[in-house]
């Protein structure tokens, strides 16, 4: 059988992987364990409460006795880790949840899936992957002419977010080579798309310009990102599950880097066609103090994934932003849900 347990499945990428899974039949049966934190919306797979296919358990991946016990139950065929606090801005005003959950929880789940392993006969632990999904931004910040980030470059976290995120992957790393777990890992660019939490830039930058409000641009808005589309992300972790060699890390870029500025004018541009009323959007921009530390390139060579195992994307960012701004505004609710914070108080009001 083949059975994924994908943790973190409730947030913006996790879910756009467990829906990829069941909607293209990848796999027997997910489990997703959340623990259903401000950024786990059960929205997000709302319609998949009903399919006999996907199990939803809520758990921290820091509680060892409810993932092993999650584990032993389930008897998974690949346990591949999206759970993680991953809001840069947040980690510098709050650090302390950030190391709880990325480090100290991908530790305890990383010590969960070597007991269930070793205890797994040898054709099972042929089989058996840990997939830990990771982030460039543990590499830390490249200058304009530095070449891309790539699987041998040496790590440089530059905020409490990446740090927890590079020390998070080092424990996956150990665990490979000491114990012997099989594992994979991925650093991807940043990514966007559909259910993306508003906090992030895309989708606080089109919501604030349906509603008028001001698009807060850091620093000069000169920093540059990789932008990654979520589909295009979620096929290179599947593609790595499938074909990745053991032990290996596999960096997932989009090719496309774009200032913040640019990101922001291509939204602009966008809603001024679908949205007129506030036209031209670009009006509504404003420069507001750069964050501490505020990293200024990042940039991904893919051609390891690319080349061993033949995957690439396939959203160029004109197209994927496209399709991203067309989202947003198609789904007023699930936004609407999302900003209140009306998901929150039912999940609240359900719990006690």
Not at 186 to 207: A, W
Not at 254 to 271: F, M, P, Q, R
Not at 323 to 342: A, F, I, M, P, R
Request: overall charge negative; aromatic content about 10%; proline content about 4%.
């Amino acid at each position: 059988m083949n059975s994924i347990i994908v943790t973190g499945g409730l947030g913006f990428i996790g879910s756009n992987f467990i829906r990829i899974l069941l909607n293209e039949n990848l796999c027997d049966s997910v489990l997703n364990v959340d623990r259903q934190t401000y950024a786990g919306n059960p929205e997000n797979l709302i319609e998949f409460e009903k399919d006999s296919r996907y199990q939803f358990l809520k758990a921290d991946i820091g509680d060892t006795r409810k993932v092993e016990s999650a584990i032993s139950e389930f008897c998974p065929s690949s346990i591949i880790n999206f759970a993680a606090e991953s809001h840069v801005d947040r980690s510098i005003d709050t650090p302390e949840p950030f190391v709880e959950t990325n480090v100290l929880g991908t530790l305890r789940l990383l010590q969960a899936s070597r007991n269930y392993f070793s205890q797994l006969e040898e054709k099972g632990k042929n089989g058996f992957r840990f997939l830990h999904v990771s982030t460039d931004e543990v590499y830390g910040s490249l200058e304009t002419d530095d070449h891309a980030f790539c699987e041998t470059t040496s790590y440089a976290p530059n905020s409490p977010y990446s740090a927890s995120k590079a020390g998070a992957d080092h424990l996956v790393r150990s665990y490979h080579h000491t114990f012997g777990l099989p594992t994979l890992t991925t650093n991807c660019s940043n990514n966007y798309g559909p259910f993306q939490f508003p906090e992030k830039l895309i989708p606080l930058m089109i919501l604030n310009a349906c509603e008028g409000k001001n698009l807060p641009i850091y620093g000069d808005g000169a920093n540059i990102r990789d932008w990654l589309h979520v589909e295009d992300h979620c096929r290179g972790i599947f593609t790595v599950l499938e074909k990745g060699r053991v032990g290996e890390t596999y960096c997932i870029g989009g090719d496309s880097e774009k200032t913040n500025l640019e990101v922001v004018d291509t939204i602009c541009e966008a809603l001024d066609k679908d949205r007129p009323g506030n036209a031209p959007h670009q009006n509504l921009k404003t420069f507001v103090k750069d964050r501490p530390g505020h990293d200024r390139r990042y940039a991904i060579d893919f051609s390891k994934i690319r080349n061993e195992l033949g995957w690439e994307p396939r959203f160029s960012f004109e197209e994927g932003m496209a399709q991203t701004v067309n989202w947003y505004l198609t789904h007023s609710e699930w936004c609407d849900n999302v900003t209140s914070g009306k998901y929150q108080r039912e999940r609240l009001g359900s719990d006690e």
